[in-house]
């Protein structure tokens, strides 16, 4: 089987290659998509990220949330605790800082931080995603951690993967800490397992 590696070359290559009208059209029909998914309008609070490297482009689905009154937060990596994501509240003056990996997030400040437990929906990122809803992040295992709790008691917030139609694969080399994810919703689809 191709090795982990290669699938993250392979499908960042290829969401990377997607021309500005089909990016603006995935992330429209993510909205789109969004809007239908069950857990994502009954939840107050959802964890969210700031779109890089080609993945789906996440601003529009942010202005719909706080459209419909929910709380916004973004992943901030842990200052103390290695491998680990705080999340912080974000809103239109929230201060962004780039961090270590070169993606902005909220600037540290303990008073925007939300508990993961408070948190209704996570939505997801990932590089690549197999029929089975096993999934490829990029590598630093955060969200691997930030999910555990879910994997062993599938209780705490329900994480929502979304992604490209075009990072979906046959199937996905699965390590023993990954987290497959029972959601995950495309432009085209809503996935669920
Ligand atoms: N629950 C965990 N406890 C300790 N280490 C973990 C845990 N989950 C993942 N890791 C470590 O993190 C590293 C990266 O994991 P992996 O390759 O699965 O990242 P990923 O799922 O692609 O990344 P991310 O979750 O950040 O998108 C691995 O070396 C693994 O040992
Ligand atoms: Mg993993």
Redesign the pocket.
Known sequence: MTS?RHIRQSIRHTRNSLTPQEQHQAATDLVLQCANDPYIQKAKSVAIYLSVDGEINTSLLIDWLWQQGKSVTLPVIHPFSK?HLLFLEYTKDTPLILNKYQILEPKLDKTQVVPVNQLDVIIT?LVAFDHLGN???????????TL?NWEQNQTGPMPIGIAHACQQVDALPI?S??VPLPRIITPTQIWHW
Do not use: F
């Open positions: 982990r491998g990122p999934r490829l992040g990029m590598g630093g295992g955060y969200y691997d951690r555990v390590e800490w990954d």
